[in-house]
């Protein structure tokens, strides 16, 4: 295949050559705060985007034995409304917020990042192009990936959306980027081109596509690659949603299959120029062919990843992971993740960003059943899994919760996703009443029956559970009261053992 001719174009050539499209400039602060890891990515094959190409260049300046289509990136005038609303003369098939979740703007849906291998996302909350969060090119993934976008096979239009939402000065960030094998920027530095917390869109038409799958490759340079949207349209081609796996089956990450290199103990990440660490614990027969649960295990306040990952804690957690390494007898992944200031705040969001950043990296490296996620901890752990529940439930399979409350936001808190929650009747740091209020709400989004579960009498030293009838398939919701304080681990009177874990483990493994 002939390699692509890249042109650089007016907006108004745009239009009149029916094969370019235009982005938006603009300038404001740079806000984001993705951290600049270097990569070693090479690209040295790719032809360059260069700005010295004239205006006037367009398709015709292709030798009329190339089938090759025509590369155009530009920037139109500065305008809110001109963000995503040009495109090309072919219906659009296909639009994703990488990095981010669906949105509809200017007409466009913009379904949530999927099809990806490898990157991390990011958000801004800056305004792009004097446009306010909540649009798209508010959010990237930034790093080498892959996007492979199941179609069939036919011609497509494709546009390449970025924003330089970090770096303040040019040269500091190059990469380049390739659709279908075929190079369409060499060595691309936004913010030469654009500045900061501007749009910029590069658009590829004539991509032939002929064994059913779209592929899209960027590699780093210096600091990460960066993408921030995909679009694509066609007259002859379709974007082909995959099926719904069966309930239960699992979903091999894109880890599986390849030599891992994440081993036991803890591990570092560097999260929108945060550092944050987490330890991961596999199980000893570690296979990377078959896909395994994970369990992300948040600590409570003023507690740390190593005192979740080795227990020993009485009354906080006695065994490993709250009693559950033992019950899932190796074939489990677990995870501690490591608090800022020994809580989860999430402010700003920071720790969901952290999750989502674990998530990929785990899933991008280990053999993960992506069917089967959960989170668990107690006290502010419980609250962190409660505000993954709210915000991640398209991630996670389920949640487990002890002596739970809403302490670190519930951003969304509308989606049905798999609930257990156990909750002393005599709490003296959150009040049971706040556990009830989380219980309640999922109970309400998986469709359950209204129900009023009775729980032990004080002095009882026992526990009642209660599973809820009338919910979704795949999304029930059970309750756990009992008599005593807040504790994670509560043991019934006389017992050498609590009934917690075996009863959270219960539920997590019935998926």
């Known amino acids: 295949m002939t390699h692509l001719m890249p042109v650089k174009t007016s907006a108004a050539a745009l239009f009149a050559t029916a094969v370019m499209l235009a982005g938006c400039t603009g300038d404001t602060d740079v806000t984001g705060a993705e951290p600049p890891e270097p990569s070693s990515a090479s690209s040295s094959s790719l032809a360059a985007v260069s700005s010295s190409v004239p205006a006037s260049s367009s398709s015709s300046s292709v030798p009329a034995s190339s089938s090759a289509p025509v590369v155009s990136s530009s920037s139109a005038p500065e305008s809110s409304s001109s963000v995503a609303s040009s495109a090309p003369n072919a219906p659009l098939v296909y639009a994703a917020n990488v990095g981010g979740p669906a949105l509809s703007f200017n007409g466009i849906d913009y379904r949530a990042d999927r099809f990806y291998r490898g990157g991390t996302p990011n958000a801004t909350e800056a305004e792009i192009d004097g446009i306010s969060a909540g649009t798209p090119y508010h959010t990237e993934r930034y790093g ?18 970025f924003v330089e939402m970090y770096q303040t000065a040019t040269m500091q960030r190059l990469f380049s980027a390739s659709v279908e094998g075929e190079p369409v920027v060499q060595s691309i530095d936004l913010y030469a081109e654009v500045g900061g917390n501007a749009a910029y869109d590069v658009e590829v038409p004539m991509v032939m596509v002929a064994d059913e799958t779209l ?13 921030s949207g995909i679009t694509l349209y066609s007259e002859t081609g379709e974007y082909v949603e995959p099926p719904e796996p069966e309930p239960g089956q699992p979903i091999a990450s894109a880890g599986c299959g390849s030599a891992n290199t ?3 103990g803890r591990h570092n990440l560097n999260v929108n120029g945060t550092n944050r660490s987490f330890i991961v614990r596999l199980p000893q027969n570690y296979n990377a062919q078959t896909p395994y649960r994970l369990i992300m295990a948040y600590h409570w306040l003023n507690g ?33 993740p490591e608090g800022i200031d020994a809580g989860w705040a999430n402010t700003n969001g920071r720790d969901i960003n952290f999750t989502d950043a674990m998530i990929d990296e785990l899933t991008n490296d280990l053999c993960v059943d992506e069917n089967r996620i959960f989170a668990t901890g107690f006290s502010y752990g419980a609250g962190m899994s409660n505000a993954i529940a709210c915000s991640r439930a398209d991630v996670f399979r389920g949640v487990a919760l002890y002596a739970g409350a809403q302490l670190s936001g519930c951003a969304g808190g509308t989606e049905p996703i798999a609930y257990f929650g156990a909750h002393g009747l005599n709490d003296s740091v959150l009040n049971i009443s706040q556990g009830r209020a989380l219980r309640d709400r999922y ?19 026992s526990h009642i559970c209660t599973s809820y009838e009338g919910c979704a398939d795949g999304y029930p ?17 006389g017992q050498a053992k609590s009934w917690i874990p075996g009863e959270a483990w219960d539920f997590i493994s019935q998926f």
């Open 144 to 161: 080498d990936m892959t996007y492979q976008i199941p179609v069939t096979n036919g011609t497509y239009g494709v546009t390449l959306q």
């Open 215 to 227: 592929t899209i490759e960027l590699m780093s340079e210096m600091d990460n690659a960066t993408l």
């Open 304 to 336: 740390n990843a190593s005192q979740v990952a080795e227990g020993g804690m009485g009354g906080s957690t006695d065994d490993p992971f709250y009693g559950l390494w033992d019950l899932a007898d190796n074939t489990t992944i677990f995870v501690a």
């Open 477 to 493: 919701v059970r309750w756990c009261a009992f008599d005593g304080d807040h504790y994670p681990t509560q043991k019934d009177r």
């Open 443 to 461: 109970a309400t989004n998986n469709g359950c029956n209204a129900t009023n579960p009775p729980e032990p009498a004080n002095g009882s030293g």
């Open 262 to 264: 994440y081993s036991d």
